[in-house]
């Protein structure tokens, strides 16, 4: 109801902003996203005010009125204003309609009216309307039954389709990330008009359509995104690499999983345990090489050799194209790409300690990031299978590794390969950037424990806490003069007939043959 309504506008800023347009004789209304979100009880700071005549001087105005602590930055090529105050940021944009030209998406802006404002706006839940003016405060204005559409969790555009698209081809990029992000529907003829014009977004820049797909893979479930887009032929035209690991191929009976469907599930297992953007891009290159790296073997079957290595090298091209940050975040990525085929169980008998440190080294901060990627890839359809390895998981917490890490003698995937552990319920997960501490799991501790222990026995043998017969050294010694006696006598023999007579040049042989033994028991005794 409207009183109801009225209680999310109970702030004081709202008050003024009332008052301030009363006192200009203007209409203004709260619009877009804020008032989506009071339906959906999502919490938003982003408050946007339309303003019937100049949002620039209802700004101005209100920056006034609210006297030294207000803060007012105009935006004249923009016909925008913006107003910061204790925190809290309102923009304020006069009512406007706009028209497009084909090849671009900047509009043609005229003055215009509520009506004129909701026309133009993306799709009906984010056309919705809030009178701030006294005589109507609180009252909804809702010409396309957006209310509705969030009852119902349908994404739909105001108008025709084909226009809204067409006008601006960033919206077929919006219309399927706001789906994503709050797991609505789109509707029938919009996602039938966002096929049609699928082609236009070719003229968006790379930067807003990253941006785009960055709040993708930020959602909740963000495989739904990428699935829309595959079905609107979108994703086609803005990630080729992503599309090319779709399909399965089958030769004598043997078949390898669909790695694109693949790629998605891991993507949304990592997305329950961490919020790390660039961990879940991680997740969505890790297998980005398959393509190019599958092999038919008979014996072996299907195989994607070195996969992990070359999907590094392919990851600075694919951010360079997509306009994603070219520093650290993609070196990070890199790094989690290359070394997610790396072990994760650690046994005993198989895996030596040198090879634990060699990934404690090459992963270093990102440790736990690493197995949570890793943990993340288990995704055998093998119920039986999945289970084990959620069980030898648990086990591992509780009471230490049993299971053994067997090699990959054909390059298969980790998880059709490797007995792992699944992620467990509760991560604390690192920030990109802060340098923490990995906590190490409890096999690796172990290793490293037993590692420490072999060091200390050595120290004490060489420190004569055990049998230390140093006699040996001399000895040692002594076999290498001999072998330098033996060499001269040789040389100054005549003939070369001694220290042996008849065996010629052999001799010299027997006395190089001392010098080394003499030097490398020495050596290898110290």
């Given amino acids: 109801t409207q009183e109801e309504l009225k209680q999310h506008f109970s702030e004081p800023i709202f008050g003024q902003i009332s008052e301030t347009a ?3 004789g203007l209409e203004c209304y709260v619009v ?12 938003s700071k982003d408050i946007d005010v339309v303003v019937v005549g100049s949002g620039i001087a209802m700004a101005e105005a209100l920056g006034k009125r609210l006297g030294r602590g207000a803060h007012v930055s105009v935006f004249k090529n923009f016909g925008t204003a913006q107003v910061k105050c204790h925190g809290t940021e309102v923009e304020f944009v006069g009512a406007r309609k706009e028209s497009y030209q084909r090849d671009s998406r900047k509009p043609i802006v005229e003055d215009g009216t509520l009506e ?7 799709f009906t839940i984010n056309a919705l309307a809030v009178c701030l003016n006294k005589g109507r405060f609180g009252e909804l204005v809702d010409p396309f039954g957006g209310m509705n559409d969030l009852k119902e969790k349908i994404i739909r555009t105001p108008l025709d389709p084909d226009i809204t698209f067409s006008d601006d081809p960033l919206r077929m990029m919006r219309c399927i990330r706001f789906a994503t992000q709050l797991n609505f529907y789109i509707d029938d003829d919009t996602f039938e008009s966002l096929c049609r014009n699928r082609e236009r977004i070719e003229i968006i820049s790379r930067e807003r359509i990253a941006d785009e797909l960055n709040k993708i893979m930020l959602s909740p479930i963000p495989s739904k995104g990428f699935i829309d ?3 609107s032929g979108l994703l086609e035209l803005i990630f080729p690499e992503l599309v090319a690991l779709q399909g399965v191929e089958t030769r004598n009976g043997r078949a390898h999983k669909d790695n694109f469907y693949h790629t998605l599930e891991v993507l949304d297992n990592i997305s329950r345990v961490t919020d790390n953007l660039w961990l879940r891009w991680s997740a969505l290159l890790h297998d980005i090489a398959k393509p190019v790296t599958k092999r038919w073997e008979p014996k072996a079957g299907w195989t994607f050799h070195n996969h992990n290595f070359i999907g590094e090298k392919m990851i600075p091209n694919i951010f360079r194209k997509m306009k994603l ?6 070196k990070y990525v890199q790094k989690m790409v290359s070394l997610h085929m790396r072990p994760i169980v650690i046994a005993d008998d198989v895996v030596t300690d040198s090879a634990v440190r060699r990934l404690l080294f090459e992963a270093g901060d990102d440790i736990d990031d690493l197995m949570t990627l890793c943990e993340a890839d288990i995704t055998s359809k093998n119920m039986e299978r999945k289970q084990r390895f959620l069980n030898n998981f648990q086990l591992e917490k509780r009471e230490g590794p049993s299971v053994p890490l067997k090699p990959d003698p054909v390059g298969r995937h980790q998880e059709d390969v490797f007995e792992k552990r699944d992620a467990p319920a509760e991560h604390d997960h690192q920030q990109l950037g802060q340098r923490v501490e990995p906590t190490l799991p409890p096999q ?3 290793m490293m424990n037993r590692q420490a222990e072999n060091t200390k026995r050595v120290e004490e043998t060489i420190k004569g806490t055990k049998s230390n017969p140093r006699w040996f050294v001399p000895l040692f010694c002594a076999l290498m003069i001999i072998g330098l006696i033996w060499c001269v006598v040789y040389y100054l023999s005549p003939s070369g007939s001694w220290p042996i007579p008849n065996i010629g040049a052999w001799n010299l042989g027997i006395g190089f043959a001392l010098i080394m033994i003499g030097f490398l028991m020495t050596m290898g005794w110290r």
């Fill in 32 to 43: 877009g996203g804020y008032v989506r979100d009071i339906f959906l009880q999502r919490p």
């Fill in 444 to 446: 690796m501790q172990r």
């Fill in 325 to 330: 940050p070219m520093n650290e975040k993609m």
């Fill in 116 to 122: 004129d404002d909701q026309n133009r706006r993306d």
């Fill in 22 to 24: 009363d006192a200009l």
């Fill in 229 to 231: 887009l595959d079905r």
